[in-house]
Nanobody, 124 residues
Framework: QVQLVESGGGLVQAGGSLRLSCVAS????????MGWFRQAPGKEREFVAAISQIGSTTYYADSVEGRFAISRDNAKNTVRLQMNSLKPEDTAVYYC?????????????????WGQGTQVTVSS
């Protein structure tokens, strides 16, 4: 079992930046692909970014490609999401997720563990 705790959300003006962090605890000796998802009010949860266990493979949603960057520090059991050039449409609750195994994935149903989420609000 893995527990995930996100932090770093907040209120920022359009064009600004935020960095989200996700710290894993529990059975962290196992291998996990990691991902970030988001859910805006009235919308379904959607994929944002993902990274493989060793960080060699990353995936991004088209809507964030070139603006967001996912990274991980396995020694600290931490995954980060650097968000630049933020837009009002990036406003959502952002969730960190982990999946058993080495690979990254974009599909929400391939993730086994979820954090509670952190709110990101981008004002225009």
């Amino acid at each position: 079992q893995v527990q995930l705790v996100e932090s770093g959300g907040g209120l920022v003006q359009a064009g600004g930046s935020l960095r989200l962090s996700c710290v894993a605890s529990g059975r962290t000796s196992s291998s996990y692909g990691m991902g970030w998802f988001r859910q805006a009010p009235g919308k379904e949860r959607e994929f944002v970014a993902a990274i493989s266990q060793i960080g060699s493979t990353t995936y991004y949603a088209d809507s964030v490609e070139g603006r967001f960057a996912i990274s991980r520090d396995n020694a600290k059991n931490t995954v980060r999401l650097q968000m630049n050039s933020l837009k009002p449409e990036d406003t959502a609750v952002y969730y960190c997720a982990a999946r058993n195994g080495l690979l990254a994935a974009t599909e929400i149903n391939k993730y086994d563990y979820w954090g509670q989420g952190t709110q990101v609000t981008v004002s225009s």
